[in-house]
Each structure stands twice: as C-alpha cells, then as structure tokens.
C-alpha cells in the first residue's frame, strides 16, 4: 500500500526564517510525487512535480528535491502569504495503489508570522 | 490560468437523500478525478474517468456512488443515499494526461444531516 508521511504537521516561523518540510514516501514504482499549496476552504494549489531522485525544482521562494524515499519543500526567507498548508502525494506505477489516482499525506500547516 | 468549476460551493442534505455535485473540468484536459477532504485528514482519491468510462475507482468508491460526463463540457458525480459519513470537502480535478499536473477545483462541502 502507497503510503505518504509528512513532517511536521505544523511549523511556525517568523518571516525570514528559512526551513524544509520533509514527505517520506513508500510507493512501488513512482511515477511521480507532487507538491501542492492549500489555503482554507479552497482546493489544492498544483506548485511542482518531480519524477526521479536527484531532480530539484524552484518556484520564487519554494525549492523542492527528491531522492527515492523522500521529498523536502525547503522555503527560503518566507513571507506571511506563504502561510498554507503544504501537501505531498505520489503517484504510483501499478494498479493497486491507484496509476491515475495520487496518494496524499496529511500535509504541513505552515504559519509565518510578520 | 484556465480553472476547473466546481458547482455548489455548499450542499446540505438528509441523510438518505440524492445528491449531484457538478465540476467543469478545464475545456482541454481528457482525464476527470474526484477526490474528497473529510475536515482534517488527507485528501482522498475517488474515482478517474478517461474517454467515458471509469478508469480507477478507490473503496471508497461503492455502488452507492456514479459518474457521468452527460456533455462535452459538465463531469458529475451522484451520491445515491447519502450518509452521515459522506460528509466532505469534495473536489473535482482535471489534466491533460496521467503525467501531468491535476488541476484542483475550489470544492464542495456537502454537509450530510
């Protein structure tokens, strides 16, 4: 069974601070592990998609990185609009756990205070 | 940015009733997923439906649940006797093809009474 862990489950950081949010991933044959932004009451907000260890991403103030059995978000100098709860899925290569459907974690709630 | 549309924003039923919850998927994109938020746990693969037909469903997915894309532009999703724990956040989502990015939806909370 695909399985998705996040860490933490909630991180504070003063604006500027910069910091990693991990997702430790068990997939057979990834097809790909995206990272998504949710704000409240909205759905998720597509952000990167990395398809093979080594391969990293930006976005602005978002880094994301992959080895084969985890992903980490790092945030550098973040802002207050940067506050979101930050999700992790993956998509896997086979049937059982779902070749269309992706497989989230519970997220990181991320709070940057001014 | 081209969105996906998600139609009611909030659904209140009883319990046992009928409900149709209606996305628009970006005009484009061949592949239609639901997936559904029950308030603080994980998003949840339900279903994907690809050239008019189901192409992955969860266990979630029963017999108690359908989709149906009855136009080129509309994709729903009916819940036939809803229950108590069909209470969600639930949310529509559309691509190009299974290896590109999922547009999400905005949603809808449909509140089982």
């Known amino acids: 069974e695909d399985q998705v862990t996040q860490s933490p489950e909630a991180l504070r950081l003063q604006e500027g601070e910069s910091s990693s949010l991990n997702c430790s991933y068990t997939?057979?044959?990834?097809?790909?592990l995206f990272w998504y932004r949710q704000d409240p009451g909205k759905g998720p907000e597509f952000l990167f998609t990395?398809?093979?260890a080594g391969e990293e991403k930006e976005k602005e103030r978002l880094k994301a990185t992959l080895t084969k059995k985890e992903s980490f978000l790092h945030i550098t100098a973040p802002k207050p609009e940067d506050s979101a709860t930050y999700l992790c899925?993956?998509?896997?290569?086979?049937?059982?756990?779902?070749?269309?459907?992706?497989?989230f974690g519970k997220g990181t709630h991320l709070i940057i205070q001014p | 940015e081209p969105e996906v549309t998600q139609t009611p924003s909030h659904q209140v039923t009883q319990m046992g009733q009928e409900v149709i919850l209606r996305c628009v998927p970006i005009?484009?994109?061949?592949?239609f997923y639901w997936y559904r938020q029950i308030l603080g746990q994980k998003v949840e693969f339900l279903v994907s439906?690809?050239?008019?037909?189901?192409?992955?469903k969860s266990e979630i997915f029963d017999d108690q649940f359908s989709v149906e894309r009855p136009d080129g532009s509309n994709f729903t999703l009916k819940i036939r006797s809803t229950k108590l724990e069909d209470s969600a956040m639930y949310f529509c989502?559309?691509?190009?093809?299974?290896?590109?990015?999922?547009?999400f939806g905005s949603g809808t909370q449909l509140s089982v009474l």
């Open positions: 005009s484009n994109h061949l592949y």
């Open positions: 989502a559309s691509r190009t093809s299974t290896n590109e990015k999922l547009f």
């Open positions: 439906f690809y050239n008019n037909e189901i192409s992955e």
């Open positions: 997939v057979s044959g990834l097809r790909g």
């Open positions: 990395l398809y093979s």
């Open positions: 899925a993956v998509q896997a290569g086979y049937s059982g756990g779902g070749a269309d459907g992706l497989t």
